[in-house]
C-alpha cells in the first residue's frame, strides 16, 4: 500500500518561509510525478507544483514561481517545497501527490496517491 507523509506546515508571519517534505513509501515506481497541490477553504484543490522523476522536469503554478522551489532526493523517494516570500493567499491545506505518469500534469485526476494534507497559514 502507497503511503505519501508529509511535514513541515505551520503558521508564518507574511513574507516568511516554510519546508514541505513528504515521502513516498510502500511500493517502487518506475516513472512518476511528484508534487503538490493545495486548497484553501471552499475552493477546489490546485496545482502548486510538481516534478518527473523521468526527465527531472518541474512546473510551477504561475502564482508561486520565484517564490517556491520543488526539488527531491531520488534515494528517499522524497520531494520537498521550499516557500519563500509567503503572502496571506498562500494560506491552504497543501497536499503531497503522485502520478504514475511520465511527465508533470496540473491536473489532480493525473495524480494516484495523495497525502493526507498539512496546514499553512500565512498571516498578515
Known amino acids: 500500500q502507497v503511503q505519501l507523509v508529509e511535514s513541515g506546515g505551520g503558521l508564518v508571519q507574511a513574507g516568511g518561509s516554510l519546508r514541505l517534505s513528504c515521502a513516498a513509501s510502500?511500493?517502487?515506481?518506475?516513472?512518476?510525478?511528484m508534487g503538490w497541490f493545495r486548497q484553501a477553504p471552499g475552493k477546489e484543490r490546485v496545482f502548486v507544483a510538481a516534478s518527473s522523476w523521468s526527465d527531472g522536469s518541474t512546473y510551477y503554478a504561475d502564482s508561486v514561481k520565484g517564490r517556491f522551489t520543488i526539488s527531491r532526493d531520488n534515494a528517499k523517494n522524497a520531494v520537498y517545497l521550499q516557500m519563500n516570500s509567503l503572502k496571506p493567499e498562500d494560506t491552504a491545506v497543501y497536499f503531497c501527490?503522485?502520478?504514475?505518469?511520465?511527465?508533470?500534469?496540473?491536473?489532480?485526476?493525473?495524480?494516484?496517491?495523495w497525502g493526507q494534507g498539512t496546514q499553512v497559514t500565512v498571516s498578515s
Open positions: 510502500g511500493r517502487t515506481f518506475s516513472s512518476y510525478v
Open positions: 501527490a503522485l502520478g504514475e505518469r511520465l511527465r508533470v500534469y496540473t491536473s489532480p485526476y493525473e495524480y494516484d496517491y
